[in-house]
């Protein structure tokens, strides 16, 4: 069907994770895109909880449901972020991260098969 490697799964990632929240601050942001795509890239911080495992990183784990702020539960949380005003940018960063991170298994099937 399509072919990817290992190099450019690791592109699609970091595109997703650092240069495409920019795009989607600067598109709906306003003149408070700089603010908001810095809330955006704080949301990388959920990354914390790969700590708690061991090894930390691990190229062809998938994070969705392995670690606790990756966990369908924690992803419910942030869903509902969606709905108040004070939290929908974080929600949207917090989803955003977990669309590409399960982006990233999907991806993994074929790079480490
Ligand atoms: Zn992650």
Same mark, same amino acid.
């Given at each position: 069907?399509?072919?990817?490697?290992?190099?450019?799964?690791?592109?699609?990632?970091? $595109?997703?994770? =650092?240069?495409?929240?920019? /795009? *989607? #601050?600067?598109?709906?942001? &306003?003149?408070?895109?700089? %603010?908001?795509?810095?809330?955006?890239?704080?949301?990388?911080?959920?990354?914390?909880?790969?700590?708690?495992?061991?090894?930390?990183?691990?190229?062809?784990?998938?994070?969705?449901? $392995?670690?606790? =702020?990756?966990?369908?539960? /924690? *992803? #419910?949380?942030?869903?509902? &972020?969606?709905?108040?005003? %004070?939290?929908?940018?974080?929600?949207?960063?917090?989803?955003?991260?977990?669309?590409?991170?399960?982006?990233?298994?999907?991806?993994?099937?074929?790079?480490?098969?």
């Amino acid at each position: 069907m399509f072919y990817i490697c290992r190099q450019m799964q690791f592109f699609l990632h970091y $595109f997703l994770h =650092l240069i495409f929240p920019a /795009a *989607i #601050a600067y598109t709906l942001g &306003g003149n408070r895109w700089k %603010k908001l795509y810095l809330i955006l890239l704080a949301t990388m911080l959920v990354d914390l909880d790969h700590l708690l495992a061991t090894p930390v990183f691990s190229a062809c784990r998938c994070s969705i449901n $392995f670690h606790p =702020l990756h966990s369908y539960y /924690a *992803i #419910a949380v942030y869903f509902f &972020g969606l709905f108040f005003r %004070k939290t929908r940018w974080w929600s949207a960063g917090l989803l955003l991260h977990m669309a590409t991170d399960g982006l990233d298994c999907y991806l993994s099937l074929k790079t480490c098969a």
